[in-house]
């Protein structure tokens, strides 16, 4: 079983920048590949970066050049470096780890872009 909590998310205005974390506990995290995803209002949910156990990470275009996904595997955190952000990255934001045949969420962090 593992338990992830998402912290840093908040109102930012348009151009600048946050740092979302993913604390884990429970299990082995440096196993599991670690995600980000985000969930706009009347939207689906959607996959905004990964990483691999290995450190491979992969990235949705919309968010290319802006977003870094790392992890501490030391600290069984994730982060999500967020820059230049706009308002159409308002969203609610979940971590997930995901395992060979299992899968966990956070409870999801808001993310508000705003002048």
């Known amino acids: 079983q593992v338990q992830l909590v998402e912290s840093g998310g908040g109102l930012v205005q348009p151009g600048g920048s946050l740092r979302l974390s993913c604390a884990a506990s429970g299990s082995i995290f440096s196993r599991y590949t670690m995600g980000w995803y985000r969930q706009a209002p009347g939207k689906q949910r959607e996959l905004v970066a990964s990483i691999t156990s290995s450190s491979t990470t992969n990235y949705v275009g919309s968010v290319k050049g802006r977003f870094t996904i790392s992890r501490d595997n030391a600290k069984n955190t994730a982060y999500l470096q967020m820059t230049s952000l706009t308002p159409e990255d308002t969203a609610v934001y979940y971590c997930?780890?995901?395992?060979?045949?299992?899968?966990?969420w956070g409870q999801g962090t808001q993310v508000t872009i705003s002048s």
């Open positions: 997930n780890a995901r395992g060979i045949g299992r899968e966990y």
